[in-house]
């Protein structure tokens, strides 16, 4: 006698319609799309641009001091490696909270002393520390968010680091035109904007951000495809809206307007997830059997069989790696592709021939993105086109995410071309638009910063992917992290010691010509081709080495990505497939002959 669960005053169309609610909000194909969500709000850490001019004209600092602040932005958005230990040991939603908390702090602190809140202006050590706070929160929310979205997809890695961080990159354009649409004009409210919203929206869909079991689908890639063309149309909706802004003055009912159409291209993708999660619910009540016990019984000895077995499996890989001392291990490195412990990824020379290739390419890169409004000021550019300047380059830093994603994922799977190649050919067109700012080529800044932002969203998912590769996943919360380090230590290099150095010395010449000195608070400003000619020849030289050591890491893995680097996985995948396959043979047997079948 078959009992069901489901009270009989509930009508069917209700109970299958309630069925269907929680499956989608539970499944991992709605994870996926919050997972969008949140990183299209994520991104404040690339709209220093934007809100340093605000800091430097109110607090009263020189190039030198601001490009610091920017240096320990970089730091708390990379120095991710507690947040990665700390999702080694708790469930996602645990570190995302944290992200959220330590983002509505850090702005709202630094909207406090933009807008004068404090009885005395805060030092600039503790500007840095409120600087550093928010863009830290990035670590966390990221590491949360992505690591989370490929262990649940990852078949599917490169397009899901490449569809995140695309989200990521379109963030300071999604955000500036929000802030346009609540704010107006008001610059100092931007900060006030960045501070609740990731917040807001990251605690909404925190009960979704979670580990799936299952494993990759034949229509997962096709599915991430389409949301791929969905992200393309939102982001040349914003490409055509920043024009039109740079052309036309827009009242604030037409920001509104075009906020709302934005907002709609945004939860779009929210219809590839109830055509996929409905397809999935439909196959299983087509094949879901009757409830019966015998058929229980007869089946769990090939669960039980296999789970005992997997178990073994991984028994006797733990112990045959636990024969030998910790500090043994970490010389006893297992082949590319397998997991690594997070002292062997560390210590290996891949590591550090990609570490140190990501640190003179995110460099330049970098000082570009953190510099964009002085570099624009300093070459004769408008207030306004300064903003279309940001606008453009979270676009472009957008498409080169997306592209890295599809592009190298498809020379991998299909050309079996070293992934690192693409990085070599990342940093050789950084060198470009590094030259077109160092030689101030007529309206050179526009193009500049397209090339750049396209290369300094593509540098990000092919470094996480590499990680991911070579390194396996068992510990990438921690090595996803690890790999972000490279990024301050350019930022530094780069910004602070050579851009934000000779930039200084340069306006301090220009004063001198003049017969001026600096008073004390005073900001000091450079203009001309020279504020940042020299800093930028040195950038684009660093950045042509950055691309020769890559090629090291090219040679050394052509073997390695010439192979089925995915072949572990699919073959769990096949062993479990051919578990269910017996499950369902044994309830089709037990449905025909209306008695239970024994093995």
Same mark, same amino acid.
């Given at each position: ?47 220093? !641009?934007? %809100?340093?001019? *605000?800091? /430097? #004209?109110? &607090? ?9 602040? $920017? =240096? ?108 346009? !649409?609540? %704010?107006?004009? *008001?610059? /100092? #409210?931007? &900060? ?9 929206? $990251? =605690? ?113 890989a733990s112990s045959a790696s636990g024969s ?186 220009q004063l001198a010509e003049k017969g001026l ?52 996985f699919r073959e769990k995948e096949e062993d ?24």
């Amino acid at each position: 006698m078959v009992v069901s669960s489901e009270p009989h005053s509930i009508p069917t169309g209700l109970r299958w319609t309630r069925s269907f609610a929680v499956q989608l909000i539970t499944g991992r194909w709605f994870m996926i799309f919050s997972s969008f969500l949140i990183m299209s709000v994520s991104g404040a850490s690339y709209m220093f !641009a934007l %809100y340093s001019r *605000d800091i /430097k #004209s109110v &607090l009263g600092y020189d190039q030198s001091t601001l490009n610091l602040l $920017s =240096f320990f932005k970089d730091l708390g958005s990379n120095i991710g490696i507690l947040s990665g230990l700390l999702n080694e040991v708790t469930p996602p939603f645990v570190v995302v909270s944290v992200g959220a908390i330590l983002n509505f702090f850090g702005y709202f602190m630094i909207w406090l002393a933009v807008n004068r809140k404090f009885t005395h202006p805060p030092s600039v050590p503790l500007m840095a520390f409120y600087v550093f706070v928010g863009a830290n929160s990035h670590c966390s929310t990221n590491t949360g968010v992505v690591v989370t979205s490929v262990k649940n997809f990852p078949g599917s890695r490169g397009i899901v680091i490449g569809m995140l961080s695309g989200y990521l990159g379109l963030s300071a354009a999604i955000i500036t035109q929000l802030f346009y !649409a609540f %704010y107006g004009n *008001d610059s /100092k #409210s931007l &900060l006030l904007l960045m501070a609740w919203l990731p917040t807001a929206t $990251s =605690f909404l869909f925190l009960p979704v951000i979670r580990h799936h079991k299952g494993l990759q689908q034949p229509n997962d890639t096709r599915n991430f495809y389409k949301f791929v063309y969905l992200s393309l149309l939102l982001a040349g909706f914003l490409l055509i809206i920043i024009i039109l802004e740079k052309c036309l003055k827009f009242t604030q009912s037409e920001y509104y307007l075009a906020s709302s159409f934005m907002l709609l291209l945004l939860i779009l993708p929210v219809v590839v997830v109830i055509s996929e999660e409905l397809n999935l619910w439909r196959a299983k009540k087509q094949q879901e059997p009757q409830k019966v016990v015998e058929t229980i019984a007869t089946e769990k000895p090939k669960l039980d069989e296999y789970e005992n077995t997997t178990k073994h499996r991984e028994e006797a890989a733990s112990s045959a790696s636990g024969s030998c001392s910790w500090w043994s291990n970490i010389f006893r490195k297992p082949e590319r592709g397998d997991d690594y412990t997070i002292l062997q990824a560390i210590l290996s020379l891949d590591m550090a021939i990609l570490f140190s290739a990501v640190i003179c390419g995110l460099g330049g890169t970098l000082t570009v993105v953190n510099n964009l409004s002085q570099i624009g000021t300093a070459l004769g550019y408008s207030p306004h086109s300064i903003t279309t300047f940001v606008s453009l380059m979270a676009i472009w830093i957008y498409l080169g995410k997306i592209a890295q994603g599809v592009i190298s994922e498809f020379m991998v799977t299909k050309l079996k071309f070293p992934r690192p190649f693409m990085l070599t050919l990342i940093l050789v067109l950084s060198c470009v638009g590094h030259l077109l700012v160092a030689f101030n080529v007529p309206n050179g800044l526009y193009v500049a910063s397209i090339i750049i932002g396209f290369c300094f969203g593509a540098n990000w998912p092919i470094l996480f992917t590499i990680i991911s590769e070579l390194f396996g996943l068992k510990y990438y919360s921690t090595l996803y992290n690890v790999g972000s380090v490279a990024s301050p230590i350019g930022s530094y290099l780069m910004s602070v010691r050579v851009a934000g150095y000779l930039y200084d010395k340069e306006a301090m010449r220009q004063l001198a010509e003049k017969g001026l000195k600096r008073k004390e608070g005073e900001e000091l400003n450079c203009n001309g081709n020279e504020c940042y000619r020299l800093a930028f020849f040195i950038i684009a030289g660093v950045t042509l080495f950055g691309a020769l050591v890559s090629l090291i890491l090219v040679a050394r893995t052509r073997r390695f990505y010439r192979s089925d680097i995915y072949e572990k996985f699919r073959e769990k995948e096949e062993d479990i497939n051919n578990h269910t396959n017996e499950t369902e043979m044994g309830v089709v047997a037990h449905k025909q002959d209306g008695q239970p079948r024994a093995n």
